[in-house]
């Protein structure tokens, strides 16, 4: 038993000394508990042009966006939870416009472990 409360001093002295963050040492809600894969859905704006090529754009990942409006990102995941297809639609075609010159649909698309799913589509004027 001693070896084991030796051995847990030992590695919380290593994670304060070192200024780390490691699971489960860590209170840290991205480190505080295993992040099961399966589970992860990510989210992107596939654009689809007039020859029928598509390509997908990243949303800007909320610890990054510095200069991405965050009510928008808030209200865009509320239309999606809620169904709120004219919320989904505008915010498309506003990303849409800013993006891609000749864009003639757009796509709010979820990936997930093994899986894609169609959130929304809208032809764009």
Not at 14 to 36: A, G, H, I, N
Not at 72 to 96: C, D, E, F
Request: net charge negative.
């Amino acid at each position: 038993m001693s070896a084991l409360v030796g051995l847990y001093a030992a590695i919380l002295l290593y994670v304060t000394v070192s200024q780390s963050e490691l699971w489960p040492f860590s209170s840290y809600p991205m480190f505080s508990r295993p992040l099961c894969s399966e589970r992860l859905t990510v989210y992107r704006l596939e654009l689809e042009r007039e020859d029928g090529s598509r390509e997908l754009y990243r949303f800007p990942d909320p610890y990054e966006a510095i200069d991405f409006d965050r009510e928008a990102r808030h209200m865009l995941g509320r239309a999606v939870r809620q169904g709120s297809s004219s919320v989904i639609t505008a915010w498309l075609q506003i990303q849409a416009r800013e993006l891609s010159p000749t864009p003639t649909k757009a796509r709010l698309v979820a990936f997930g472990f093994q899986h894609r799913e169609e959130i929304h589509a809208c032809e764009l004027p």
